[in-house]
């Protein structure tokens, strides 16, 4: 079946560090990646999204690019800030749109 | 616009208790899910209703049953709770969007501890 893998965490970084969060996924046919973020106490807001290959997701300042070659969805931002902590969730959605799979998330703390 | 809402936020139920948790949607969405969130493990699928009328169920099916009492309300019910239970609950809903994306919208969650 489909699944995502993220790199553990935490990731512990300085405010204005590059962040990059590793995420790789299995899945048959071409499914759509998202990125969600958990801030403290609440629900899971989506991030940014990307919806075939070589497409590029963005938003804050985060970005992620949907490798079909490498079955990646990397999500990067060039200079992180003490507000983004928070837990980052790769995910994927399969060919019916009914199942998302989630990786098992990535604490990030940003200090300043 | 208050997007999806779940009460009760918080709970605490002792072992054998029944309980229902509740969601609503105001995005007139068709698609309504139940996930759980465990530590270490992101969020699983307990059941999932593709529209009014209909549901089915996920990854993690076991102890749960569902009622789609409408279109916009989406109900998890616990019969017996166990303490392999104790879990934060959240609902999502999601229409297919542009290209296919099938957003999903989550609510804040509710934290259950069986004891």
């Known amino acids: 079946g489909d699944s995502v893998t993220q790199m553990e965490g935490p990731v512990t970084l300085s405010e204005e560090a590059f962040l990059t969060i590793n995420c790789t996924y299995t899945?048959?046919?071409?499914?759509?990646l998202f990125w969600y973020v958990q801030y403290p106490g609440e629900g899971l807001q989506l991030l940014l999204k990307a919806t075939k290959a070589d497409d590029k997701g963005s938003n804050k300042g985060f970005e992620a690019t949907y490798r079909k070659e490498t079955t990646s969805f990397h999500l990067e931002k060039g200079s992180v800030q003490v507000s983004d902590s928070a837990v980052y969730f790769c995910a994927l959605i399969n060919n019916a749109g009914n199942m998302l799979t989630f990786g098992g998330g990535t604490r990030l703390m940003v200090k300043p | 616009n208050a997007g999806v809402t779940q009460t009760p936020k918080f709970q605490v139920l002792k072992t054998g208790q029944s309980m229902t948790l509740q969601c609503a949607q105001d995005?007139?969405?068709?698609?309504m899910y139940w996930y759980r969130q465990d530590p270490g493990m992101g969020l699983r699928l307990i059941y999932y209703?593709?529209?009014?009328?209909?549901?089915d169920k996920g990854e993690v099916p076991n102890g749960y049953n569902v009622s789609r009492l409408n279109k916009r309300e989406f109900s998890l019910r616990l019969e017996s709770a166990a303490p392999s239970q104790t879990s934060v609950y959240f609902c999502a809903s999601s229409e297919m969007g542009l290209a296919g994306s099938y957003e999903q919208y989550f609510g804040p969650g509710t934290r259950l501890t069986v004891t």
């Open positions: 209703s593709a529209s009014e009328g209909t549901t």
């Open positions: 995005m007139n969405h068709n698609s």
């Open positions: 899945a048959t046919g071409y499914p759509s």
